[in-house]
């Protein structure tokens, strides 16, 4: 692909960013790598803050379809549901998908769940959005130009203008004795998008900043290692421990070590081109 903004191949970018910030670690065949994140994932997302609902439902009518690509545990799909008239949601995860399933149950969710990663097989549909998923997506351009053939108004992406894993770099840098690189971001996605013809733009969200916290618990530090591609254990669990309160001190061994606060949230969005 040539070069696009900036006079940078951001698809050859986006390759290199994603290459940099993988550990020497390879995941086993068919294992869910949202396995031993799930739980907490939901139990510290529960409902999506109020300004990323509007934000990803603006201008949405109750006749729509709407699709969420990568739905999670239905942190925004739950909310998006309630304001148009079908609303599909794609999970590949196992552990993620099970937890959505219980929440459409226990709130009763007009939501159809598709056991698939994208891109995959799916009608034509309004709009398109996916939150926060995008940063570890390698074949990005699939991801982006499938999402855009799939809708017929509007593709939206939820996305930190830095990604999440950026507050974990101090740590990883620690624990595997090297730098790891930034994954890409909204603004990376921003110039690709514009790298391939789409009218896309950027919106900085106000009200979405979040301290990022670990909490003293060993399932906390179990899913912290998970993150940072470390083993479960004993020695494992007491030397992220200890790199913690080296670079993170707390007044008290009961409180959680704060990592900073995360990057503030972007919405990027073009129109679709489905039929």
Not at 41 to 51: E, L, N, S, Y
């Amino acid at each position: 692909m040539s070069a696009g903004c900036g006079g940078v191949d951001w698809e050859d970018r986006w390759r290199l960013m994603q290459a940099a910030a993988e550990p020497a670690f390879v995941m086993a065949a068919g294992a869910d790598p949202w396995h031993e994140r799930a739980a907490r994932f939901d139990a510290a997302c529960g409902a999506a803050a109020a300004v990323e609902v509007e934000a990803l439902s603006e201008g949405l009518c109750r006749e729509d379809h709407v699709a969420d690509l990568g739905a999670g545990t239905g942190r925004h799909a739950l909310a998006i549901a309630q304001r148009c008239a079908v609303l599909t949601a794609i999970e590949p995860s196992a552990a993620m998908r099970a937890r959505l399933q219980a929440r459409i149950a226990s709130e009763g969710a007009q939501i159809t769940v598709v056991a698939e990663a994208w891109p995959c097989a799916l009608a034509p549909v309004d709009v398109a959005y996916s939150a926060h998923v995008l940063y570890g997506v390698h074949d990005a351009v699939s991801f982006l130009e499938s999402m855009t053939r799939a809708a017929r108004r509007s593709c939206r992406l939820l996305l930190g203008l830095r990604p999440p894993s950026e507050k974990l770099a101090p740590l990883a840098r620690e624990l595997h004795g090297g730098s790891l690189g930034p994954r890409p971001a909204a603004l990376e996605v921003l110039c690709l998008l514009h790298q391939l013809g789409h009218r896309a733009f950027l919106r900085v969200l106000d009200g979405g900043d979040r301290a990022s916290t670990v909490a003293p618990t060993d399932a906390a530090l179990d899913e912290l290692s998970a993150r940072l591609r470390l083993g479960r254990d004993d020695a494992t669990r007491a030397r992220v421990r200890a790199t913690l309160d080296r670079l993170y001190p707390r007044s008290s061994t009961a409180d959680p070590w704060n990592l900073g606060i995360s990057s503030a949230q972007a919405l990027i969005e073009w129109p679709g081109r489905g039929h």
